[in-house]
């Protein structure tokens, strides 16, 4: 009985790398220490401080240290994100991939990207942001059109003195 009680129950995991903790909660779990891969099946969450990334399969690439060298998430990507510049993303996409090395986040198929302390919002098919370089790429395939929504201030709206 036991047996089909710890099977049906969501495999929970905490690591901690950095200084933080990364807590997975996945329906199934696969492993391999020497290698350094930790792949995470079914309904899956990750959470690392305030970051929160869910999707159908992730896999963690580490080094010898345990350290995190790559993280990607396939199938019904959702995330939001703080940047080490503390900027605030949040969106979706088919795939996403991770390089904490490099400060680079890389979103494929269907990217819809909204930066939300300024509502920039980025919609396409490859989206790539590298905090360390602080450039931002996207790109469409299909016929279809990156679309890029702004948030301009008009100068014309600010508020004039009521002094005389």
């Given amino acids: 009985m036991n047996k089909y009680v710890l099977l049906c129950v969501t495999l929970f995991v905490t690591v901690a790398w950095g200084g933080q903790e990364l807590n997975v909660l996945s329906d199934n779990f696969k492993g391999d220490q020497s290698k350094g891969i930790s792949v995470f099946t079914g309904k899956v969450r990750l959470t690392k401080g305030s970051d929160e990334l869910n999707a159908t399969k992730v896999t963690i690439y580490t080094d010898k240290a345990r350290k995190p060298l790559k993280y990607i998430a396939e199938g019904n990507v959702s995330f939001y994100i703080v940047t080490e510049g503390g900027e605030k993303y949040k969106g979706v996409s088919q795939r ?69």
């Fill in 96 to 164: 996403a991939i991770y390089l904490p090395n490099e400060s680079e986040y890389q979103f494929y198929t269907k990217v819809d990207l909204i930066r939300i302390d300024d509502f920039r919002r980025v919609k396409g098919d490859k989206v790539v942001v590298n905090e360390n370089e602080g450039f931002a790429n996207a790109d469409s395939s299909g016929g279809e059109p990156v679309l890029m929504t702004f948030t301009l201030e008009d100068k014309n709206s600010t508020k004039k003195s009521t002094k005389k």
